[in-house]
């Protein structure tokens, strides 16, 4: 008996996929430079009727479990605007074996902003997702990031009771280090969520990013939008010429959470509403 052919024809299939997208600048507007996709990783340009860019991201295979990799790396030219959103939720399905690896890579050039905002990432129990955000920042460039986590979908009645998720972040300005955050919610997953200090017995938190020049201008009214929300807070942070606002935001639900997050958005992002994928 060949063990090796044997364990190659048993073993279960993974999905992999690879994507990247440059944009330009070219006559007042946010170009294609290049794009390449692979595997299950889709990048869709829908039409804007503006000078910016924008791309929904899509995993083709329906979801991520145990085993799966996706890349995606993303380049703003100088000058350019571009906004970076996914096609649904992400999935994290149960993990029959292996962890699931999400390695995402943007840069900013001068004078250019990225708006990262995916749709929410939807974790069920026995998910394994280990997920990076890497971005190289120059000194004037924008940058805002928010990424969304539920704990199984309430309305279904679904729980997460154990599980793994990580979650590393690494922000530079300049080749300078200006953000870095590592979340990990390993083994019980449901003991951890119930602790007072973490979500309180809460399904849905979020994190949310803003790295430019104006932070100060935005942070009055940010913490106006978020007064009413009981477990919420934003913070003004200068880390050497560069400035950011950090804010956390839980709740007890996607709908809850939705609701908090989209007037937050739409503020730091000069009064555009978030992309439109995000109400389909």
Not at 17 to 28: C, D, F, M, P, Y
Not at 64 to 76: H, K, N, S
Not at 155 to 174: K, N, P
Not at 210 to 239: F, I, N, Q
Request: proline content about 3%.
């Amino acid at each position: 008996m060949n063990t090796l052919n044997d364990a190659a024809i048993i073993a279960p299939q993974r999905a992999w996929g690879k994507g990247r997208l440059v944009a330009k600048s070219e006559r007042g507007r946010t170009r294609i430079a290049e794009l390449y996709q692979e595997g299950c990783a889709k990048i869709r340009l829908p039409k804007t009727f503006d000078a910016s860019m924008e791309a929904v991201l899509i995993n083709s295979s329906g979801g991520v479990t145990g085993g799966d990799r996706l890349e995606w790396g993303f380049e703003a030219g100088e000058g350019t605007d571009l906004t970076l959103t996914t096609q649904a939720c992400e999935k994290i399905y149960k993990a029959s074996a292996g962890t699931a690896d999400i390695a995402t890579r943007i840069s900013v050039a001068a004078g250019s902003r990225v708006d990262w905002l995916p749709q929410e990432t939807i974790l069920f129990d026995r998910a394994s997702l280990s997920r990076s955000l890497e971005v190289d920042l120059a000194p004037d460039a924008r940058f805002l990031a928010v990424e969304a986590v539920l704990l199984g979908r309430k309305a279904m009645g679904e729980t997460v009771q154990a599980g793994l998720f990580r979650d590393r972040w690494r922000v530079r300005s300049g080749g300078r280090l200006v953000h870095a955050e590592n979340l990990a919610l390993a083994d019980d997953v449901a003991r951890l969520a119930a602790r007072p200090a973490t979500l309180g017995g809460a399904t849905a938190f979020a994190t949310l990013l803003y790295a430019a020049p104006d932070c100060e201008a935005m942070l009055s009214k940010l913490r106006g939008l978020l007064a009413p929300v009981v477990r919420a807070g934003v913070s003004h942070y200068r880390v050497g010429d560069r400035d950011k606002l950090v804010a956390r935001v839980v709740a007890a639900d996607g709908f809850e959470l939705r609701k908090i997050l989209v007037p937050l958005i739409s503020h730091l992002r000069k009064d555009a509403s978030v992309p439109k994928v995000w109400t389909l």
